[in-house]
Structures are given as structure tokens and as C-alpha cells.
């Protein structure tokens, strides 16, 4: 029972299967990774259904079908977690991807989370 993991595999799954959108259930966290994938253009938007129990995640491609994003892995499970300092914080791909940190100020992407000087648990690695 990971929501987390849930959430990125349905993302996975969703680019995968050349969908347009992914519908998901509504979580903070789910909404906060969501806005990041959208603010960083891995997705065109991720906002709340009208009914308010579900998230909408718009999928985003190149011009040739290809999708902009190519890979997501989830870093920290439940049965093993994985935290970082703010000095060791992980570079995806040498900083062509991101990584997604739980920090206490939020989830933050590892250049915000570096910019605040704040560790956390790495949540997922997107490129």
C-alpha cells in the first residue's frame, strides 16, 4: 500500500499507453508532486476533477508522439527510507532531471529544496 508509488506508476503506465490524461485520487501529496511535474513541463497541468475527489493529470508529448518524460523512479519506499541532508542532496542524471524531495517547508524540487538548504526524504527521480 504505496499511494506514491501508485501515483507514479499510473504516470508511468499513462505515457506508456499514449494517453492524453490519467486520473488519480486526491492526495496532498499527489497534488504537490503533480504541480511540480507540471511547473517543470513533464505534464501540461495536473489540477483537481470537478468533483473534488480525484487529480487530472494532462500528459504532455513532443511534436513527434514521443513523451517528455522518459523516466520516474521512486527513491524512498515505505520499507526502506531515504533521507538526505541538504549538503548531499541527489542530481538526476547530472542535472538534466529532478529529483523530488519531502521537505518540512513542503515537496520541493532538489534545486529548490538546495537553494533553501533543506534535506529531506527523496520521494521519486524524474528525467
Known amino acids: 500500500m504505496d499511494p506514491i508509488a501508485d501515483f507514479i506508476t499510473a504516470i508511468r503506465n499513462g505515457y506508456l499507453s499514449k494517453k492524453e490524461k490519467v486520473v488519480m485520487p486526491l492526495t496532498k501529496t499527489n497534488l504537490a508532486i503533480g504541480q511540480i511535474l507540471a511547473q517543470k513541463g513533464y505534464l501540461i497541468s495536473a489540477v ?13 508529448y513532443l511534436p513527434k508522439g514521443g513523451a517528455v518524460l522518459t523516466g520516474i523512479k521512486r527513491i524512498s519506499k515505505p520499507g526502506v527510507r ?22 518540512s517547508a513542503g515537496i ?5 529544496a538546495r537553494k533553501a538548504h533543506l534535506g529531506g526524504e527523496v520521494i521519486c527521480q524524474v528525467w
Do not use: F, Q, W
Open 48 to 60: 483537481k476533477s470537478a468533483d473534488g475527489n480525484s487529480i487530472e493529470l494532462v500528459l504532455h
Open 108 to 112: 520541493k524540487t532538489d534545486s529548490e
Open 82 to 103: 531515504r533521507y538526505v541532508a541538504a549538503d548531499s542532496l541527489p542530481h538526476t542524471l547530472s542535472g538534466a532531471g529532478i529529483s523530488i524531495i519531502s521537505t
